[in-house]
């Protein structure tokens, strides 16, 4: 597998440069890209892409990569990521006619490319929102090479003086009015990014254009929501000085009909459970961007886990969920939509967040989890739901528990997802009692 490839070349590398222990030792290492494609057999843009923190191999868990000039790396001791937060309202964002019209952009079944939700953000007049830069237009796009500029960045023990040089920087869309925004775009949901994402375009576009304010954008694509967060870093020569100015999620405007989850528990019957392995998989934010990854022609395995940045064992089993809960089937060689999937990527944000709770309620142990949670107005305990996933599926030793996170999880965002319309409202996030 992909990722396996990496960290087993990392692994060479290490065993060769001592990379582990000098790391512990809070010392920084520079490599050659040569250096990397020798040692790692691989090429070195594949062996220091790592976009999140999960991303990166077992020898750099604790480190960041960062180039320094075209052709050189620095591994620094520390964390040089970002959590992202995530917001508990959206705004809703209503297509005119003109813009539904457009039949280039998927408005149905959503961007197979960052370039199109970034086009489609633009279209929609979201950008131009969040922004609030009314003379904004698109001006930057693609690679170009950095000049130079130095920054500091934080270590456990020290501070590092990094200077950068010939760097290629890409920048997915940019737009220029009042300001410089710059936008990272991403397919899927994130929990953290690499802050060299935003930080190297960042000190690119304010040493070419020093007379305007520059800004920068992250913004994802997940199940019909554009998720955007702008940031500042002051000062500018600190690396670490990332600082969240503006977050809002948009969701362009659905007209179904919003029903309450004890309606939806109500009007569906208990099946029997699939014949499919239990999910393992307690993002279920990403059991829904695989399957539109799927749904815009992504399929097999090892295209996925690089489109969402993941691993091929997370990809499989976020598939393996999917096909659980009736979206995918399995083909010899990758995935496809079932009748269920293909009507799910066709569908707006309210049509999607029904279907899952029409799915997890007839389903045996998230039907019993959810009809305790609108009752009692809280969620049993991992042992309660460990004991109903025994009892359901033949599943001994710790695998019930393990997989109690998972339906807990999954229990937990279709609340959040319908907290607005639930009849008994539910209590705080943890868990409570055993039902």
């Known amino acids: 597998m992909a990722k396996s490839q990496t960290s087993q070349a990392w692994a060479r590398i290490g065993a060769i440069h001592h990379i582990e222990e000098r790391l512990a030792n809070g010392e920084s290492i520079s490599l050659s890209a040569q250096e990397i494609k020798e ?28 180039p320094v000039t075209n052709g050189s790396y620095v591994i620094l ?7 992202l937060i995530e917001l508990t309202s959206t705004t809703r964002w209503p297509l005119v ?3 539904a019209a457009l039949r280039t952009l998927p408005w149905t079944t959503g961007p197979c490319s960052e370039s199109q939700a970034l086009d489609m953000a633009l279209a ?49 869309s940019g737009l220029e009015g009042d300001g410089i925004h710059l936008i990272e775009g991403k397919l899927g949901s994130r929990d953290d990014f690499h802050v060299r994402q ?37 000062p500018a020569n600190r690396y670490h000085a990332i600082k969240l100015v503006k977050a809002v999620d948009y969701v362009i405007e659905d007209e179904s009909e919003v029903v309450s989850l004890a309606q939806i528990l109500n009007s569906t019957e208990l099946e029997d459970l699939p014949k499919a392995p239990f999910p393992q998989a307690d993002d279920i934010r990403k059991v829904i961007d695989i399957v539109d990854a799927v749904g815009s022609g992504t399929q097999d395995r090892t ?34 939509l079932s009748s269920f999937g293909s009507e ?16 997890m309620t007839s389903l045996p142990v998230f039907r019993t989890v959810l009809e305790h949670a609108v009752v009692q107005s809280a969620l ?19 695998t019930p528990l393990r997989r109690a996170s998972t339906v807990i999880a999954w229990a937990r965002w279709m609340i959040d997802a319908f907290a607005e319309h639930l009849q008994v409202p539910i209590g705080g996030q943890g868990d409570h009692g055993d039902g």
């Open 97 to 99: 006619k003109s813009v």
């Open 303 to 336: 295209g996925i886990a690089d489109k969402w940045n993941i691993d091929e064992r997370q990809a499989d089993y976020y598939g393996n969920a999917a096909i659980f809960l009736g979206l995918l089937l399995r083909t010899p060689r990758a995935f496809a």
């Open 344 to 359: 799910f990527v066709r569908g707006g944000l309210t049509e999607r967040m029904i279907f899952l709770a029409r799915r």
């Open 124 to 172: 929609a007049g979201i950008l131009g929102d969040f922004l609030d830069d009314p003379h904004a237009r698109l001006t930057v796009r693609g690679r170009r090479r950095a000049p130079r500029f130095d920054f500091e960045f934080h270590c456990p023990a020290s501070v590092e003086q990094v200077v950068v040089e010939g760097v290629q920087v890409e920048v997915d």
């Open 39 to 66: 040692l790692g057999g691989r090429e070195p843009r594949l062996m220091t892409k790592f976009d999140t923190r999960a991303s990166r191999p077992p020898l750099l868990s604790s480190a960041t990569v960062l």
């Open 380 to 398: 049993p305990d991992h042992a309660r739901v460990a004991e109903l996933i025994a009892r359901s599926t033949g599943l001994t030793g710790a």
């Open 198 to 234: 935003l930080y190297y375009p960042l000190r690119m576009w304010q040493r070419e254009v020093p007379e305007k304010k520059v800004s920068t954008v992250f913004m994802t694509w997940s199940n019909r929501r554009f998720e955007l967060r702008m940031f500042s870093f002051e």
């Open 77 to 83: 001791p520390g964390d040089g990521y970002h959590d």
